[in-house]
């Protein structure tokens, strides 16, 4: 977090926020485009901008969304380990190692 964008943990509690609800929800319920939009917001209120490079991973993102509720409307992204082992891949091993979960390789 650049010094000037606020406290880390105004930042961390405003991130927090945004991404809890969304943990425990299946890929049907969720919008992307308004978890986009909502982080648009959010970079605002702390005077910065969003990330271009964050802002085309959701563009692409928004075409995935469409497929996947198409395909698997009960997914859970944030429950699928390869996808989080691959995003987070210490945090993934040692969480899944403290819990005896067995990642595939």
């Given at each position: ?12 509690e405003s991130i927090q926020n945004y ?50 509720k198409a395909l698997a409307p009960h ?31």
């Amino acid at each position: 977090i650049p010094p000037d964008v606020g406290p880390v943990e105004a930042v961390a509690e405003s991130i927090q926020n945004y991404v809890q609800p969304v943990l425990d929800t299946t890929i049907e319920d969720v919008s992307l485009g308004h978890l986009m939009e909502n982080q648009i917001k959010m970079a605002e209120q702390f005077g910065t901008r969003a990330n271009e490079n964050m802002m085309l991973v959701v563009k692409q993102l928004l075409y995935f969304e469409r497929y996947v509720k198409a395909l698997a409307p009960h997914w859970r992204m944030t429950r699928d380990l390869f996808l989080v082992k691959n995003l987070f891949p210490k945090e993934v091993a040692a969480k899944a190692h403290s819990d005896g979960i067995v990642l595939p390789e």
